[in-house]
């Protein structure tokens, strides 16, 4: 297993950059060749998040929040399934933002996302987030620029409240290719029990892929930070995308130095406690056996 190589360095946003996605090699595939090569070290660090988890939701001092994010086809919802499933759902969460509600509409466009950020000892996964509202709103022409500016302002004022109040933040774009796409879109036509997945909007919506990608570029950069930094994830191979999500989660929950909070109780008198009813439970049963 490649201790030496970190992903979250790699594939980290750095403020103050700004992030040209065509610069960025969405087939790259880091030292492995293959998904089976992979396999060891996505089940290593998979195994990793489900132990940081279990302190997490122990220590009760901190959440942590994952944003995913991606043009259509990126892998969303494969990276929930593969990376996330090792999570107990007692203390994980997942959130799915769709095109919003009329009562939605009526409010400022965070409204109806700070209910669903994570208390203290969970993880939340937001399926679309925030963002979809300097993105989507954007290209479409739904607001100005002054807006979607502004916007960017209230994100990063948002965000910053919750670093403030022990959320650590993970944002992740899963960058893939056009090509990629156009075969994933395929993949979906060609597999029944895809096909539910095809909508009308996914073709109409490769005509402003550039527009697409000016504005994620735009969004990202302008809303990266030490406290909620972005990663830009190569995604063409899903593999390598599991692989490099889940290792950045994993280090960065080892990183906070978590520990199980101590007994809230006397343990020696537990203990006693423990072994006087065990004593008694082999007398009842040695009482019954002779009453037989």
């Known amino acids: 297993m490649a201790k030496d190589v970190h992903y979250s360095d790699k594939f980290r946003v750095k403020p103050g950059h700004k992030l040209k996605l065509k610069k960025v090699d969405a087939g790259f595939k880091g030292h492995h060749e293959t998904e ?112 979607w500016v502004d916007r960017y302002k209230r994100i990063r004022d948002f965000e910053e409240l919750l670093a403030r109040n022990g959320t650590h933040i993970l944002k992740f774009f899963l960058h893939i290719s056009a090509a990629e796409q156009l075969a994933r879109f395929a993949q979906r036509l060609d597999d029944p029990q895809r096909n539910w997945k ?44 599991n692989l490099a999500v889940s290792q950045i989660i994993a280090d960065t929950m080892e990183g906070l130095h978590m520990a199980y909070p101590q007994p809230q109780v006397d343990l020696t008198v537990i203990r006693r406690k423990y072994h006087a009813a065990e004593r008694a439970e082999r007398r009842g049963k040695r009482r019954r056996r002779k009453r037989r």
């Open 36 to 147: 089976e090569a992979a396999a060891a070290e996505v089940e290593h660090y998979r195994q990793k998040i489900a132990k940081m988890q279990s302190l997490l939701y122990a220590e009760r001092k901190r959440s942590v929040l994952i944003v995913l994010q991606a043009l259509d086809a990126g892998g969303k919802d494969g990276t929930v399934n593969h990376v996330f499933s090792v999570l107990n759902p007692q203390g994980a969460r997942v959130v799915g933002f769709k095109q919003p509600t009329a009562e939605e509409l009526a409010h400022d466009f965070l409204w109806r996302v700070h209910p669903h950020v994570p208390i203290t000892g969970e993880i939340a996964l937001f399926n679309r987030s925030h963002y979809e509202d300097v993105l989507v709103t954007r290209v479409h022409k739904l607001i100005d620029k002054e807006t």
């Open 198 to 241: 095809i909508s009308e909007s996914d073709y109409a919506e490769r005509a402003y892929w550039d527009d697409h990608i000016a504005a994620f570029e735009d969004a990202i950069t302008a809303t990266t930070a030490k406290h909620a930094p972005w990663f830009v994830i190569p995604s063409n191979h899903k593999w390598f995308r």
